[in-house]
């Protein structure tokens, strides 16, 4: 592993030698790195409670803003979830340690990282507590007993004038993929119904690249290509061997660049022939932010379902953004397994922003009909994610 790790590196440190719509949005969602390292969710005044833990250890963080004044940003945190059943299906707790920043080595260029732990307290881990029993639910994404992660480790190009971004390295398809302001496992939603498409096959991050650009002053394009079977355990460049790829390509409209994904509405074509078999499938996406302060959304997929979790899927809800940077939301979503079982999913959660570093977040999952269930019993799931950023 070292040494194809050493290799992977060198390739993209080689790549990063060689005004921006990325930096506003493009191909950075809100689970991605640089959205990460903006607190406040992308509002323009974010009113926080506090300053905890900057005023414990203000060093730390003067160091820290010093490194970010040359272009270096970086932050270290730490996720905890459990989630706790009222039946058969058991309890889950499991946690995230991460490192990630951002080196911004030229006017136009930038090379992002991300580390990661992944661990279970226990077993099950969140994500696998229902899969595990044959249930057709991810409850806890991103929250699964998977170990020491590399997910990012990518050059970014951007153009002069901010009309189009590339991206190629190790890469998260999930970042930028048919997403929308509530998508983040790691600050809003929890379910995968509510997260990526579930009917969407994505795969583990791997090698790959990105391209977004402009299309006038509202439209736009991303498309991507990446390794299908990849594995951030063990980075490597088997897919020049294999060849299976992840294709993805959306066409959007947004009513301005820097609210690319408050107001947003658009359609992902994608195809792989990855894993199991081939798959391929269609996802709609809208969600508009009122009054900066609500954000009513749809979204809708439909895929072959050979390796995707549901082959149809139609999710709607509500979040509220607000100024002290707390975030609710309410969704509801339908969905169809690939041998006509139906489910319907809700889930309901607050997150209680105490200060930029430090987040702590309630939620309720309720499964009726749960696809794959040997009891037929809905499901009720009680969680509790907290998150703490140095």
């Known amino acids: 592993m070292k040494t194809r790790l050493c290799a992977f590196l060198g390739m993209v440190l080689c790549a990063a030698s060689g005004g921006a719509w990325a930096q506003s949005g493009g191909l950075n969602g809100p689970s991605s790195v640089a959205a990460d390292l903006a607190p406040g969710d992308g509002l323009t005044d974010p009113q926080f409670r506090s300053d905890f833990p900057q005023n414990v250890v203000p060093g730390w963080f003067a160091w820290k803003d010093g490194l970010a004044g040359n272009g270096f940003k970086f932050n270290l945190d730490y996720l905890s979830l459990g989630l706790s059943s009222d039946g058969s299906t058991g309890d889950a707790a499991g946690g995230i340690a991460r490192l990630y920043g951002s080196w911004q080595a030229t006017e136009n260029g930038s090379l992002t990282f991300k580390i990661e732990n992944r661990h279970g307290y226990g077993s099950p881990d969140p994500q696998n507590m229902l899969l595990g029993q044959g249930i057709l639910s991810i409850p806890g994404t991103a929250f699964n007993d998977n170990g020491s992660l590399l997910t990012n480790l990518y050059w970014t190009q951007r153009a002069e004038d901010g009309a189009w971004t590339f991206q190629i390295g190790q890469i998260d398809v999930t970042d ?12 809003a939603f929890q379910n995968l119904a509510f997260n990526t498409n579930p009917t969407i096959s994505a795969p583990d991050q791997g090698l ?137 999913t809700a889930e309901v959660f607050y997150r209680f922003s105490v200060s930029p570093g430090l987040q702590i977040t309630p939620s309720m999952q309720f499964i009726h009909d749960p696809i794959g269930s040997t009891t037929g019993r809905d499901i009720t799931l009680f969680g509790l994610r907290a998150r703490m950023v140095f």
């Open 208 to 344: 790959g690249m990105a391209f977004g650009a402009r299309l006038g002053k509202n439209a736009y394009v991303v498309a991507s290509v990446a390794d299908a079977m990849g594995d951030p355990s063990e980075p490597d460049f088997d897919v020049f061997d294999h060849r299976r790829l992840f294709k993805s390509v959306e066409i959007g409209y947004t009513s301005g660049f820097d609210r690319i994904y408050f107001d947003n509405v658009h359609l992902t074509l994608w195809h792989t022939d990855g894993k199991a078999a081939e798959d391929y499938g269609a996802a709609f996406s809208g969600a508009w932010f009122i009054d900066n302060k609500w954000m009513p959304f749809l979204r809708a997929g439909t895929s072959k379902a050979t390796e995707a979790l549901y082959k149809n899927t139609v999710s709607g809800g509500i979040g509220y953004f607000g100024r002290n940077t707390d975030l609710g939301g309410v969704g509801l979503n339908w969905s169809e397994a690939a041998n006509g079982q139906e489910q319907m």
């Open 176 to 187: 930028f993929l048919s997403i929308y302001g509530l998508v983040s496992p790691y600050t």
